[in-house]
């Protein structure tokens, strides 16, 4: 078994860079698309920053939409839009355009979360000390969020790597297809077993840095 896996240990390194890099590059553009919606959602709700009926509740329905569909289905549904944006719907480059949108809106969803945990009295209270809505949201909102913020881009990233896993099942590369391939095609155990074991690890280090950042950040606010 040893020697089995020291034959595949390019290939296990291949993987682990084709997962981290799906979750990066998804990450940070999700992240991008995913923060301001998730502010939109908080100052356009009733008696907010910004109300407004209209945007809050398409923005609601299109994210809550987007977040019922499983990531394979997803997955598949969309090919012809990945395929328009960059050409291809197998490996890292079909992988990054679902992830994105799989990720957005739940990025979306727990900055909301994050936003609405603060005291309502406070940014009030800057209301009617002349602050503008830009101020409040920059210097209130999200600097009282941060540790809430990082928690959430860390349930987002563990997330991303179970839909990387899965996305292995389109060839798209990473650990998802080389456990896919290997432990269940040839039903090589072995292979399953160091595959779920190298995911556990990362998933276990991305919380622990997550929580610790948070943690740091919480004490210095």
């Known amino acids: 078994m040893t020697e089995r896996l020291l034959e595949l240990t390019p290939l296990f390194t291949l993987s682990i860079y084709e997962t981290l890099m799906m979750v990066v590059i998804s990450l940070v553009i999700a992240t991008l698309i995913g923060i301001p919606l998730g502010i939109l959602l908080v100052i356009t709700r009733p008696n907010h920053l910004a109300p407004n009926r209209w945007i809050f509740q398409i923005l609601n329905i299109i994210i809550n939409i987007i977040r019922s569909v499983p990531f394979i289905i997803l997955m598949v549904a969309i090919i012809p839009f ?33 936003l609405l945990e603060v005291d309502q009295g406070v940014i009030e209270a800057y209301l009617s000390m002349g602050a503008s809505r830009t101020q409040i949201i920059r210097r209130i909102m ?80």
């Open 82 to 114: 990945t395929e328009i944006l960059v050409g291809s719907a197998i490996g890292i480059e079909g992988a990054v355009v679902p992830l994105i949108v799989y990720t957005a809106p739940f990025i979306a969803r727990l900055m909301e979360t994050a």
């Open 142 to 221: 999200i600097r009282e969020a941060r540790p809430g913020i990082l928690l959430c881009l860390t349930i987002a990233t563990i997330g991303l790597i179970g839909a990387t896993a899965m996305a292995g099942a389109v060839g798209a590369g990473g650990l998802g297809d080389l456990a896919l391939r290997y432990g269940y095609q040839q039903w090589d155990l072995p292979v399953m077993m160091v595959t779920v074991i190298i995911l556990i690890i990362i998933v276990q280090c991305i919380q622990s840095l997550g929580n610790w950042a948070a943690n740091k950040m919480k004490k210095n606010l």
